[in-house]
């Protein structure tokens, strides 16, 4: 059998390379890409056999950047060519790192990704008010940058993890605005995975432009007992104040009642377009 290649956003360290190790091992190979993009593009071209990508941290709320993509290729393509076949929530743990002998006074600058950033709000503001917030497109590329620049003025927030690989030191652990703070990582992979052990499901389905449209469609999967995990409404191209939804279900795309919820729902000319069936992840809790 074939040795996976895990498609990664960031480089070593990141928290994109903790998830792809903490679902498929820690010897697992990653192949790391500068964007979200550059992953998906890994997978069509066979440079990868599998991706992993955050999709929504319960502080800085959804990366759009993934959703907007899996539904662009089921929306945009006859042939859809990503599909969902797993999910992981990673607890993240943010710290601030610089040069060895750096301290919080002599900071002048922070650099991380927007969602990184976006989870220290709060002990950045007390601590480090003054000094020049920077995007990066990685939370380990900013902890190697600021390794080369050899500046003590210039800091990261990144993992523990990255600090240790780049030889920096870590000013402050645990930095983030909540104290249990998660990230939601999808597996996208080329081919579609059915198993009886599926349990969730996620799909789009777009209504007629009518009221309570959405409601009766949503009656359908209560009628089936069948729960909601997440709903959000997404603008479709073109037509102006039109949306498709994007939905997550607590049922195998095979189970009866899933089945017979979709069936219902093409037949009164609702559109429905299953994006992948996976077994649901257990979301860390504070011990």
């Known amino acids: 059998m074939a040795t996976d290649i895990i498609a990664i956003q960031g480089t070593p360290g990141s928290f994109h390379q903790i998830a792809a190790k903490s679902l498929f091992g820690a010897e697992v190979q990653t192949l ?9 593009i890994a997978l069509q071209t066979q440079q990868a056999t599998k991706a992993v990508v955050a999709v929504g941290n319960n502080r800085y709320g959804d990366i759009s950047p993934v ?33 060895p002998g750096a301290t919080l006074e002599t900071i002048k600058e922070v650099h991380s990704q927007a969602p990184a950033l976006g989870q220290c709000q709060k002990f950045l503001q007390k601590n480090l008010h003054t000094a020049t917030i920077i995007e990066q497109e990685d939370t380990a590329k900013s902890v190697k940058l600021v390794k080369e620049w050899n500046d003590p003025t210039k800091v990261a927030v990144a993992s523990r993890a990255a600090a240790e690989i780049y030889g920096m ?9 909540d ?9 996208i992979q080329t081919q579609f995975i059915e198993s009886p052990n599926n349990n ?16 009766r469609a949503l009656a359908f999967f209560s009628n089936e007992a069948i729960n909601f995990s997440y709903l959000q409404s997404m603008s479709i191209p073109n037509q102006p104040f039109q ?45």
């Open 169 to 177: 030191q870590v000013l402050a652990e645990g930095i983030q605005d």
């Open 200 to 215: 969730k499901t996620t799909l789009l389905f777009k209504t007629d432009h009518q009221p309570g449209s959405l409601v």
């Open 32 to 40: 790391p890409c500068a964007t979200f993009a550059d992953v998906f």
């Open 67 to 99: 959703l907007d993509m899996l539904v662009h290729d089921h929306t945009g393509l006859a042939n859809p060519q990503f599909w969902i076949s797993g999910e992981v929530y990673v607890e993240v743990k943010q710290c601030l790192i610089g040069l």
């Open 243 to 287: 949306y498709r939804f994007y939905l997550e279900i607590e049922a195998g795309s095979q189970e009866d009642r899933a089945v017979r919820a979709f069936k219902t729902l093409n037949e009164i000319g609702y559109e429905v377009d299953v994006l992948g069936s996976y077994t649901i992840a257990q979301i860390p809790i504070l011990s």
């Open 179 to 187: 104290e249990l703070n998660i990230t939601r990582f999808l597996v």
